[in-house]
């Protein structure tokens, strides 16, 4: 993860270049559904506690099986 | 006379909901057969998304700054029975506009991130055990 910002404010919004770990927690919808292609919808939620932040995320995409 | 025939249960009747049983009878096995070809797969898989996002920084609070954009990625895995296991990489970027000291700047959060997951198909299970619960109902009735 990094971060980028005017003067004076990585110290103060401590928005520096980090590598964290965390937690992710979602859930998800199988708008189409076929013996080898999927498309799908998903809300995850992530848990950085290590830099007390998070973040939501809403993704749309698509999964292959062969 | 006539009114009481009507609401009398006749042959037709027994007939029709004979029917309706074994139409459902086949509706589940072909639930059933779905999920057999489906659910009890064992495959390989990859995956490509993109969606928004917005992050939430504690000592960004008080400024009420929350930097929203775009994340995309690709993401491998394998399906078995009613769970995946998956290793994503994504890419994102959030940006939010900020005022500090009179000044007006631009935050650029930008984020390479790895997950590893483990998805379970929940809507298929509950499906699962609703035919399974229906056929073990169904054999009952047929030994009672």
């Known amino acids: 993860m990094s971060g980028a910002s005017g003067a004076g404010l990585e110290e103060e919004y401590g928005l520096v270049k980090d590598k964290i770990t965390g937690l992710v927690l979602g859930g998800g919808y199988a708008i189409l559904q076929t013996s080898s292609i999927q498309v799908y919808v998903q809300f995850e939620h992530h848990v950085m506690s290590e830099i007390s932040s998070s973040q939501n995320l809403a993704t749309a995409g698509i999964r292959f099986y062969y | 006379m006539e009114s009481f025939t009507i609401f009398r249960k006749t042959h037709s009747d ?117 035919v399974m619960d229906s056929q073990i109902l169904n054999k009952r009735q047929i030994l009672q």
Do not use: W
Not at chain 2, 43 to 66: L, P, W
Not at chain 2, 84 to 102: A, M, N, P
């Open chain 2, 14 to 130: 027994d007939m029709l909901l004979c029917g309706e049983a074994y139409f459902l009878r086949v509706l589940l096995r072909l639930i059933l057969f779905c999920l057999s070809t489906q659910a009890f797969a064992d495959e390989a898989m990859v995956s490509i998304f993109a969606g928004m996002g917005q992050h939430h920084q504690e000592s960004m609070n008080d400024s009420k700054t929350v930097p929203q954009g775009q994340a995309f990625g690709a993401s491998f895995g394998r399906r078995m029975n009613f769970y995946e296991f998956e290793l994503t990489l994504s890419k994102g970027t959030y940006t939010s506009d900020i005022e500090h000291d009179g000044r007006a700047n631009t935050i650029n959060h930008d984020q390479l991130q790895f997950s590893i997951a483990l998805n379970f198909y929940l809507v298929k299970i509950f499906i699962f055990v609703l």
